[in-house]
DNA sequence: TTAAAACTTGTCAATCTATGACAAAATTAA
DNA sequence: TTAATTTTGTCATAGATTGACAAGTTTTAA
């Protein structure tokens, strides 16, 4: 998907005939929000991933892998990044799941 | 490189023979905090790795693609993403470059 | 064994950022 | 025009992050 999670988003809206008010409400956001969104001038929250694969009975891991490239690239865009930078996420991947198998759960900042 | 950040940050000050203090210092940091760090339970900040990159003479855009890929990979496990993530996210940065060159820079939220 | 140095952990106030909410302006469609 | 839709601006607040420091533990070296 060539496309911002914002342009997605407006094109899945636009598809459906919904306004904004409409999905914004099945979001359970305002709709002003929603349009900030779709215009890139807000981020979607990851917690309402869920909801939107609902409204539009998508797949909720390829939505997922649209909102988190979504997030990468916009970093990557932003901070100049070398396109190697994905390939060693790669790896580090993998070494995290390594370290996960050999001892256990990681525990990350956010989880308690 | 296998490691996290943290990790990373850890050998580097280790194979120079510094003490959290000293390094610390020349990231003007709390000795306290730069433990945590090193041990995951706090994150790096950006602003910081012209710091790290100067302490350590290091490249400051490999220390970036260190320091971005241990994000997404941390959170890409976190969330348990696809490995397709990464190629759609290369795609997205494509897409980015491309609407860039031609209709002029993005803003970010984050820019004024 | 002991003392100092190095490191870790916990806590909390302050700071920063993101979010929800709403008003008002602009755009679009009928 | 006027009603619906969308966009933009603002702001208080909630939530997360950070710096700072104290207290605890581990390591090192005599």
Same mark, same amino acid.
């Given at each position: 998907?060539?496309?911002?999670? +914002?342009?997605?988003? $407006?094109? *899945?809206?636009?598809?459906? $005939? *919904?306004?904004?008010? %409409? ?5 359970? *956001?305002?709709?002003? #929000?929603?349009?900030? !969104? @779709?215009? +890139?001038? $807000?981020?979607?929250? @990851?917690? $309402? ?7 539009? #009975?998508?797949?909720?891991?390829? *939505?997922?892998? @649209? ?12 901070? #100049? ?5 994905? !390939? ?8 995290? /799941?390594?370290? #996960?198998? /050999? %001892? ?6 956010? @989880? /308690?």
């Amino acid at each position: 998907m060539k496309a911002t999670f +914002g342009e997605y988003i $407006r094109k *899945l809206r636009k598809s459906h $005939r *919904l306004t904004l008010t %409409q999905l914004a409400f099945q979001l359970d *956001l305002d709709s002003a #929000n929603l349009s900030k !969104i @779709e215009n +890139g001038k $807000r981020e979607f929250d @990851e917690k $309402r991933l869920e909801k939107l694969a609902t409204a539009f #009975n998508l797949d909720i891991e390829q *939505l997922k892998t @649209e909102y988190f490239a979504d997030q990468f690239a916009k970093k990557m865009y932003q901070y #100049n990044c070398s396109p190697e930078t994905l !390939i060693v996420a790669e790896e580090k991947i993998n070494y995290l /799941k390594s370290i #996960n198998t /050999k %001892q256990g759960k990681i525990k990350f900042e956010n @989880e /308690k």
